[in-house]
């Protein structure tokens, strides 16, 4: 029968010995995190409340920094500008080619109304109060560039305020 012995045992090193495996595999472990969250993968907290009622305030989620392409859905982390390093969470509801609008709150892509579950903390009462944020004149996504909305659409700022996301501005798509 095959009797396994193990090479090194903690208990028979010296205590310089332990101490330099520890700081090695610490000193590695926190290079390749560095390494994960610079190129690959990392998370983001949620300062706002403009992804309610599908994220709250303070929620952790993780952001994936490699993407080939995106479809309807898909939540980013966008950039609005390299300088100021203002970010913001929104849903992909447009795509190159599309044709994107927005009348009295509700959004129409290629002539054709989506439905959405969307969070709805606007105080005012009268639809003639209803301003820009609310009504969009139809616009045409351009190659390599996206349509980006907030869930609450009250809250937030989005591509009805930056205009259409161009590909280098999205940070990484939300997973898991």
Not at 52 to 75: H, M, N, Q
Not at 150 to 170: A, H, M, P, Y
Request: aromatic letters at 12%; one cysteine or more; charged letters at 30%.
């Amino acid at each position: 029968m095959y009797s396994y012995k193990s090479k090194t045992n903690f208990r028979n090193l010296e205590p310089k010995k332990i101490f330099f495996r520890v700081t090695l595999i610490f000193i590695l472990s926190m290079g390749i995190g560095s390494l994960l969250k610079k190129f690959f993968i990392f998370t983001h907290k949620i300062e706002d409340m403009s992804m309610l009622p599908t994220y709250s305030k303070g929620e952790k989620i993780w952001v994936l920094k490699i993407f080939s392409s995106l479809e309807y859905g898909k939540v980013v982390l966008v950039e609005i500008t390299k300088d100021s390093k203002v970010v913001f969470l929104g849903r992909v509801v447009g795509l190159p080619g599309d044709k994107i609008s927005i009348k009295s709150k509700k959004l129409y892509r290629n002539g054709k109304l989506i439905s959405e579950k969307l969070q709805n903390t606007d105080k005012r009462k009268e639809l003639d109060e209803f301003s820009s944020r609310d009504n969009l004149k139809s616009i045409t996504i351009p190659k390599d560039c996206y349509f980006v909305l907030c869930d609450n659409r009250d809250e937030c700022l989005d591509s009805r305020f930056v205009g259409v996301i161009s590909k280098t501005q999205i940070i990484g798509v939300k997973i898991f």
